[in-house]
């Protein structure tokens, strides 16, 4: 370790300036179906308009996996400029087109693997074969304390908290569904692939289905949410105020639109 004198000449050792970490950061992803400059900034405006604390220095993922036209001719810097006008802050592009990748690397847009393809058909391919029975296990019979945890713990694929989830505090899911017995604080972000159950009120912000699953649903006993999202598609708060506020929903997604029902 190299050795640095101090103000005083006193040498000292060096610290490390920075060290790189993995995080999981939720991003919005920006599917764009077609392109026309005037109805795209018309569209965008519009958006904005119903939610302004969403289109306020928000980082977006630009994706043409959908796009119906031709991508290498696409004015990819036109675009970005009009999303920054509008709040949104593009940091990626999600496109295998090799004429728009060299678009995006030349305003420094960073380049997202593309996405799965989710089959039109989610179930198993059928097999005259039976399922496999599991094989008893006798320790099952007496559950072990050391497999306990006093505010968390998995089952199959599912993850279950016991304990409210602070502001600050980011709670995943991979795999599976996320069940929460407590409530979710103002500035707390639970995610999961699967479904999300809250039975308390979700105050923070809760996104289903982050890797696509659009059958995912979002439960909760009191909606006060920030941000609900399914697969991508998501309401703020300002939407969410408008109907069955502070009352117990469930979320989900008819064909791309966000519905919010009661739950009976």
């Known amino acids: ?36 400059r005037a109805e795209f900034e018309l569209q965008l405006q519009q958006k904005s308009a119903e939610a302004p604390v969403f289109f306020n220095q928000t980082p977006v993922v630009l994706s043409f996996e959908a796009f119906d036209g031709d991508a290498a001719t696409l004015p990819l810097s036109e675009l970005v400029d009009i999303c920054r006008s509008q709040g949104l802050l593009p940091v990626a592009l999600r496109n295998s087109n090799a004429e728009l990748q060299a678009q995006a690397k030349h305003i420094n847009l960073a380049i997202m693997p593309v996405g799965r393809v989710k089959s039109a058909d989610n179930n198993p391919p059928p ?42 505090q980011q709670v995943y899911a991979p795999g599976g569904d996320l069940i929460i017995m407590a409530s979710v ?51 703020v708060d300002e939407d969410l105020r408008k109907d069955h506020w502070k009352t117990a929903v469930q979320a989900r997604l008819d064909e791309q639109t966000l519905c919010i029902t009661p739950l009976v």
Do not use: W
């Open 1 to 36: 370790m190299p050795l640095l004198k101090s103000a005083t000449g006193k040498t000292t050792a060096s610290s490390a300036a920075f060290r790189l970490k993995g995080g999981l950061f939720p991003l919005t992803l920006l599917e764009i179906a077609h392109y026309d």
């Open 127 to 168: 097999s005259d074969a039976p399922p496999n029975k599991p094989e008893p296990d006798s320790e099952a019979q007496s559950p072990s304390p050391s497999l306990e945890k006093p505010s968390e713990f998995s089952h199959s694929s599912s993850k279950i908290i016991t304990t409210p989830i602070r502001s600050g």
């Open 185 to 235: 604080s103002a500035g707390a972000e639970v995610l999961a692939d699967g479904n999300i159950h809250i039975y308390g009120a979700l105050r923070g912000r809760a996104l289903a289905g982050v890797l696509g699953d659009t059958s995912a649903r979002i439960f909760c006993q009191s909606l006060e949410a920030e941000l609900v999202s399914i697969a991508g598609n998501f309401k």
